[in-house]
């Protein structure tokens, strides 16, 4: 192609740089799937045993007991290296197997490590053996919908995110029929070993089906999954053996890196407040690191809101002998005061712009938010088993939904027994905005969960923000502080007396360096009147241009720019911390299948340390579990674990709050998180929450 020929489009096509720039397969991914994950200094050995450490404790809920007799007993099992493992040992290890995996719940990157990791172990033990990928999720366990697991496919996918290779789904295998359609599928491909790569919900049905494959001789073991890094396991005695599943550290990365450009963004135009909404269903975590990794000015914790305590209605209420409940945990409209005061006195140092993460479960942390929820799974459940039928498509109108809290309302009145939804209820739910009542009416997922990710909890959170900062914007309380030289030049420039006029227009013109208009100027015609007052302008003379431009400049708008981080970084490539923890992960599965075991959970100890220092064990699931409500009833399920408000990682951002809200004159405080880099040095190999609560552990 020459410099003055055009060239036809068939001939660009065949031009060698338009097909490597065309190829969908670019440096990245070919650099991605050479990589070759380090792998923890057991593995290195043909053969590891599992070594029971009864010394790490749980507590056993009586129900977990009851339903799984035949692994509530299973002990915390490390992996050792064997040298010389005897003959039938030998035999055993290396058999032929069969093995099933699936994905459960939402992407986290790392999942395609966990299978190479099983694959590569499985045919270093026997090349014989065969993994089976079960499709879309549970569903393919119960519809019997499988692929084989080969060597090629394996390597499409090595160090690369997302659950594409044999996707994902929320199916719960929660019934009798399904359980034995799940039984089935297992019998008819003749698995040994059943895994389960999820977070606490699939963890949960992975002991459930641990239990229910006992008498069959089929293995389950679960791998702990979510981006969100709410499966944390400790003993009795707060050790940690498992302190964070995989997908958190890349989605958590991702997300900084976004929210770190923002501040940047924020901080250049000095115009917007950018309010990021970021993933996690219910625990903080993931805005927990967000804050570490960025200084973003607020990142609200929803733990450390339902923490709270007002103190002066605590008292107040001791004064009068009574108990005022209200007074823990924050309001809506208390919250909403609390980031207006950031907001307020940011822009009274002329910052009105910044960064607000918001996780997305915050709202499961308000209490009047909590209650609806909690009210409203139970009418749903109770209307779902009355009628035995489904509310949410008897009534698919949010109309239609609110009049039959209507007649529930109506219903307390007049029977005194019946409290569910009283009419203080109803009105407060009436207060709330459409959206919000449609968000919380909404169906709840498989597992019975609330769908945060569904409910525009920052749209929320913001309306109240407004209507307060309008509030504040009419008394006279928000505005925006002038630089005093600026002021100065500007008065100067028009042959004006800043020291005249300065008193007359600011409330702190004697010592401030950013001066604040007088809250009783809050229009042209209020600045006219304080002038005409001081004697500065007669009345019949306009206020003098340069002060009225500064008058304007001293008016805050408060505009924003929404932003929802959650899908995004979990579609993320994983960081080279994510591939090394799958990877080791996918080979400790290995080794417990190989060893037998059952009912257990895959996880590796010391990810804070050194990659020396990683030790792969198995945890038992069925004592971790718990009774918790969900769709209105008490269930069985493995404890998620929220932020630790006496963690060191929260009280380090606790500390730092001040500082990153930088509402003083002078530079923000933010931090650049930078790219994630899959190779070459980076400082970051390792969530930061989890480095600094290592510290106190
Ligand atoms: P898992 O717990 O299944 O890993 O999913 C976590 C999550 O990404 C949450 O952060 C989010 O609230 C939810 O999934 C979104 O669910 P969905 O993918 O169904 O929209």
Request: proline content about 4%; overall charge negative; some cysteine.
């Amino acid at each position: 192609m020459g410099a003055n020929t055009s060239a036809s489009i068939g001939d660009i096509l065949k031009h060698p740089e338009v097909q490597k720039v065309t190829d969908n397969i670019n440096q990245e991914v070919i650099e991605r799937r050479e990589y070759k994950p380090p792998v923890c200094k057991v593995f290195s050995s043909s053969y590891t045993m599992l070594e029971d450490k009864p010394q790490f404790e749980f507590y056993v809920d009586n129900e977990a007991r009851r339903r799984l007799p035949g692994i509530i007993d299973n002990k915390v099992q490390t992996i050792v290296e064997l040298q010389t493992p005897e003959e039938t040992f030998k035999e055993q290890f290396n058999k032929k197997r069969k093995i099933g995996i699936v994905f459960s719940g939402g992407p986290a990157p790392g999942g395609h490590n966990v299978i190479a990791g099983l694959y590569d172990a499985a045919q270093k033990a026997n090349p014989e053996t065969i993994i089976y990928g079960f499709l879309l999720g549970p569903d393919g366990i119960i519809e019997g919908e499988a692929v084989e697991i080969t060597g090629s496919l394996v390597d499409r996918f090595r160090n690369l995110g997302g659950f594409t290779m044999i996707k994902t789904g929320r199916a719960k295998i929660d019934t009798k029929e399904k359980m034995e359609l799940s039984k089935k599928t297992c019998k008819r491909l003749g698995l040994d070993a059943l895994v389960i790569v999820g977070g606490d919900d699939s963890n949960t049905n992975a002991a459930f089906l641990a239990q229910e494959m006992l008498a069959d001789g089929v293995q389950v073991i679960g791998v702990p999954k979510t981006i969100d890094g709410d499966i944390q396991v400790r003993d009795n005695n707060r050790k940690v053996l498992c302190a964070m599943s995989f997908g958190f550290h890349t989605a958590a990365r991702a997300f900084s890196i976004e929210i770190g450009n923002l501040c940047t963004d924020s901080s250049s135009d000095i115009k917007y407040w950018h309010i990021c909404k970021v993933m996690g269903r219910v625990a903080s975590h993931l805005a927990l690191e967000t804050a570490l990794q960025t200084h973003a000015n607020i990142t609200l914790i929803g733990e450390d809101l339902a923490d709270y305590v007002d103190k002066e209605r605590v008292e107040k209420a001791a004064a009068e002998g009574v108990i005022n409940y209200h007074a823990y945990g924050m309001t809506l409209r208390h919250l909403s005061r609390v980031i207006c005061d950031g907001i307020v006195r940011r822009a009274a140092v002329g910052k009105n712009y910044g960064v607000i993460v918001i996780p997305e479960g915050v709202l499961e942390f308000i209490n009047e938010i909590q209650n609806f929820i909690i009210k409203l799974n139970t009418i749903i459940s109770e209307y779902n088993q009355t009628h035995d039928t489904d509310f949410h498509t008897d009534f698919s109108l949010l109309e239609e939904k609110l009049e039959y809290l209507r007649r529930l309302a109506g219903r307390s009145q007049e029977d005194n027994s019946f409290t569910i939804w009283n009419m203080r209820d109803h009105e407060l739910f009436n207060d709330i905005p459409a959206f919000f009542q449609e968000g919380l009416l909404m169906e709840r997922d498989s597992h019975g969960n609330f769908q945060f990710s569904q409910v525009e909890t920052d749209k929320v959170v913001l309306g109240m923000v407004r209507d307060y900062l309008n509030i504040l914007k009419e008394n006279g309380t928000y505005k925006i502080g002038i630089e005093r030289d600026y002021y100065r030049k500007t008065l100067d420039k028009g042959g004006l007396d800043p020291d005249f006029l300065g008193p007359i227009l600011f409330q702190n013109y004697d010592d401030a360096q950013f001066l604040l208009m007088k809250s009783s100027i809050m229009s042209v015609k209020t600045l006219k009147q304080a002038l005409v007052k001081a004697g500065a302008i007669a009345e019949t003379e306009k206020v003098p241009a340069p002060v009225e431009k500064i008058f304007h400049k001293s008016v805050p708008k408060f505009k924003t720019q929404p932003h929802f981080y959650g899908y995004d970084g979990r579609g993320n490539d994983p960081t080279r911390f994510d591939c090394m923890y799958t990877y080791n992960l996918g080979l400790t599965v290995f080794s417990l299948i190989a060893n037998g075991a059952t009912g257990q959970m895959a996880a590796i100890r010391n990810l804070e340390k050194d990659f020396s220092q990683w030790q792969p064990i198995g945890i038992p699931i069925a004592p971790l579990m718990h009774l918790e409500e969900r769709k209105g009833k008490l269930t069985l399920v493995l404890e998620k674990s929220i932020v630790d408000i006496d963690s060191a990682a929260f009280k380090v951002v606790k500390a730092f709050r001040e500082k990153w809200l930088a509402a003083v004159p002078g530079e923000d405080n933010y931090r650049r998180p930078g790219p994630i880099r899959f190779t070459g040095k980076s400082e970051e190999d390792r969530p930061i929450t989890l480095v600094l609560n290592a510290l106190d552990s």
